[in-house]
């Protein structure tokens, strides 16, 4: 199925009121205490750059990321690169990664209509599930935009966590319908600032989610290079911080 754009109700608020409603309403409140910082590596899309340089990258250190695929962009060349292949999968399973969902149509989170938004992430299970048996789905992460607050709660049904940006890490208490990360191609001529989020996510044992998508030596504007992606995951491993796939990561804040 194609997702249809919404023109309704709610695209008629300015953005900047959008960004808070996405914010306030829906939410899903958990308590991030772990005792202890933890850093997940996200990568959207799954360009096929990010498993073939990033996943080595952080299988080389004993770590795994989550993978937000969309598997109705598989074998094809996107605005962040070229895209996962079917022959990519037994590489991913051979690096013990985890399988997020993206939606199969990869829609916008706001302008698509929710029960769109809906049937367009459950179809990406149901073809995940074909392509990699295995596999669960168990975390969404919202493409483009920031999520509609219904769209939100419907995900909620069908996903144990939502990510989406903010530039922040998640701390306190925080919405497992849109938790927090990190975009690292927003800060890659500025090391200084992703130093900096590591220190202090560290400092308070918080949950830090970086995101990106491609990583290679001549990467998008939405993705970094392996120089730049490898010093983060070691400056992310010197901090101290326990490096978990997103899910994995949620399963031991809740059993924390």
Not at 51 to 75: D, H, K, N, P, V
Not at 177 to 198: C, H, M, P, T, V
């Amino acid at each position: 199925m194609l997702a249809t754009r919404f023109t309704g109700f709610w695209t008629r608020f300015p953005k900047p009121l959008q960004r808070r409603l996405a914010r306030w309403l829906g939410q899903r409140p958990c308590l991030v205490r772990p005792g202890f910082p933890i850093v997940s590596f996200t990568f959207d899309d799954f360009p096929r750059s990010a498993l073939l340089q990033g996943g080595t990258i952080l299988r080389e250190q004993g770590f795994a990321g989550t993978y937000y695929a969309s598997f109705g962009l598989m074998g094809t060349k996107t605005p962040t690169g070229e895209i996962f292949s079917r022959e990519d999968l037994p590489e991913f399973v051979r690096q013990q990664h985890e399988l997020g969902c993206h939606t199969f149509d990869h829609c916008d989170a706001w302008d698509t209509a929710p029960a769109d938004f809906e049937a367009s992430s459950l179809q990406n299970r149901q073809v995940a599930a074909q392509e990699l048996p295995a596999s669960k789905l168990a975390s969404l992460s919202y493409p483009i935009s920031y999520p509609r607050p219904q769209t939100k709660r419907r995900s909620a049904k069908h996903y144990d966590c939502a990510r989406g940006g903010g530039q922040t890490f998640n701390t306190g208490t925080a919405d497992i319908n849109y938790l927090k990360a990190f975009f690292i191609e927003q800060s890659r001529d500025n090391f200084g600032a992703i130093q900096q989020i590591i220190d202090e996510s560290a400092r308070v044992n918080g949950w830090l989610i970086f995101a990106t998508h491609d990583v290679c030596d001549a990467p998008t504007r939405f993705g970094c290079t392996p120089g730049l992606f490898d010093k983060i995951v070691h400056s992310a491993a010197w901090s101290g911080a326990t490096v978990l796939p997103v899910h994995q990561a949620l399963q031991r804040i809740v059993q924390s």
